[in-house]
C-alpha cells in the first residue's frame, strides 16, 4: 500500500508562488512515477505534471514555464512550484504515484487533495 499526503495550498493573488509537496509512504520506488493533477469546480481531473524515476519531466501545455516538478527520493516526496499564478490554476491539486508492472496495467495512487485558489 502507499499513503500521499499532500501540503502547501491555500489562497494567493495572481501573480504569486506556491510550493506543493506531496510525502509518500509505504512500499515505494524510485522507479516509478510520481505527478501531480488537479480539478477544478466543475471539470475533469487533468494532468498537471509527472516526473519519472530519472527526472523526466513532463507538463501541460497551461502550465509551461511557470510551474515546476521535482522529486527527492531520499524523502519518497514530490514538489510541484507554481510561479505566475493565474486565477484559472485554481483547483484542488492531488498528488498521484503510478506502480508499473510488468504483468498488467499501471495502478494509481492518489492524495487526498489540497486547494490552491488564485484571486484575480
Known amino acids: 500500500q502507499v499513503q500521499l499526503v499532500e501540503s502547501g495550498g491555500g489562497l494567493v493573488q495572481a501573480g504569486g508562488s506556491l510550493r506543493l509537496s506531496c510525502a509518500a509512504s509505504?512500499?515505494?520506488?524510485?522507479?516509478?512515477?510520481m505527478g501531480w493533477y488537479r480539478q477544478a469546480p466543475g471539470k475533469q481531473r487533468e494532468l498537471v505534471a509527472t516526473i519519472g524515476s530519472i527526472a523526466f519531466t513532463n507538463y501541460a501545455d497551461s502550465v509551461k514555464g511557470r510551474f515546476t516538478i521535482s522529486r527527492d527520493n531520499a524523502k519518497n516526496t514530490v514538489y510541484l512550484q507554481m510561479n505566475s499564478l493565474k486565477p484559472e490554476d485554481t483547483a484542488v491539486y492531488y498528488c498521484?504515484?503510478?506502480?508499473?508492472?510488468?504483468?498488467?496495467?499501471?495502478?494509481?495512487?492518489w492524495g487526498q487533495g489540497t486547494q490552491v485558489t488564485v484571486s484575480s
Open positions: 509505504g512500499s515505494i520506488s524510485s522507479l516509478n512515477a
Open positions: 498521484n504515484y503510478r506502480r508499473s508492472s510488468a504483468y498488467g496495467p499501471p495502478y494509481d495512487y
